[in-house]
T-cell receptor, first 113, second 115 residues
Framework: KAGVTQTPRYLIKTRGQQVTLSCSPISGHRSVSWYQQTPGQGLQFLFEYFSETQRNKGNFPGRFSGRQFSNSRSEMNVSTLELGDSALYLC????????????FGPGTRLTVL | AQSVTQPDIHITVSEGASLELRCNYSYGATPYLFWYVQSPGQGLQLLLKYFSGDTLVQGIKGFEAEFKRSQSSFNLRKPSVHWSDAAEYFCAVGGMKTSYDKVIFGPGTSLSVIP
């Protein structure tokens, strides 16, 4: 089985721009979660999508949004980028049925200048 | 409050030496425990998990962990470290059917291996 894939792997944006990150989960997985990882804050949960619906949401501002498509692929969007949004954004997929094992993608490294 | 602590921010060991990474947790229900490894520039890879049963859990890459309920600990061990084990290690705790926003990750322990 192919693993979780994320595109692009690296992004450089400037303040005020918006960005869209993509995640393709493992085949058959219906849950996709997004995390932000920074040296200072560690791994922080952004949101989870299951069957095209946002099931859980972390404590991030509304500039962070996401969606999931019928094939379980997910996108995450960040609008009006700030310097503090520079981070590694990780996507994780799972079967999402009471099974907490998540499989992580390699991440997208976002740098905001 | 629910939390995960990894007391060691950074550990350096010699190749071939044994390794123990500490993890302590505070969780109100029966915990599900995980250890992940993250190599530079990569995502997290699950090393092992504990749900129930035998408190000594075997994982991939020769790692094992022992769940000690009385000490609220889930320490990760490896008898002989290889240079390729240099990475960041994360302990995480959740509960049965816990939603992912409730899975708590520790701050991580960075492991360096001296040849």
């Amino acid at each position: 089985k192919a693993g979780v894939t994320q595109t692009p792997r690296y992004l450089i944006k400037t303040r005020g721009q918006q960005v869209t990150l993509s995640c393709s989960p493992i085949s058959g997985h219906r849950s996709v979660s997004w995390y932000q990882q920074t040296p200072g804050q560690g791994l922080q949960f952004l949101f989870e999508y299951f069957s095209e619906t946002q099931r859980n949401k972390g404590n991030f501002p509304g500039r962070f949004s996401g969606r999931q498509f019928s094939n379980s692929r997910s996108e995450m969007n960040v609008s009006t980028l700030e310097l503090g949004d520079s981070a590694l954004y990780l996507c994780a997929s799972s079967q999402g049925q009471g099974n907490n094992e998540q499989f992580f993608g390699p991440g997208t490294r976002l740098t905001v200048l | 409050a629910q939390s995960v602590t990894q007391p060691d921010i950074h550990i350096t060991v010699s190749e071939g030496a044994s390794l123990e990474l500490r993890c302590n947790y505070s969780y109100g229900a029966t915990p599900y425990l995980f250890w992940y490894v993250q190599s530079p520039g990569q995502g997290l890879q699950l090393l092992l998990k504990y749900f129930s049963g035998d408190t000594l859990v075997q994982g991939i890459k020769g790692f094992e962990a022992e769940f000690k309920r009385s000490q609220s600990s889930f320490n990760l061990r490896k008898p002989s470290v290889h240079w390729s084990d240099a990475a960041e290690y994360f302990c995480a705790v959740g509960g049965m059917k816990t939603s992912y926003d409730k899975v708590i990750f520790g701050p991580g322990t960075s492991l360096s291996v001296i040849p």
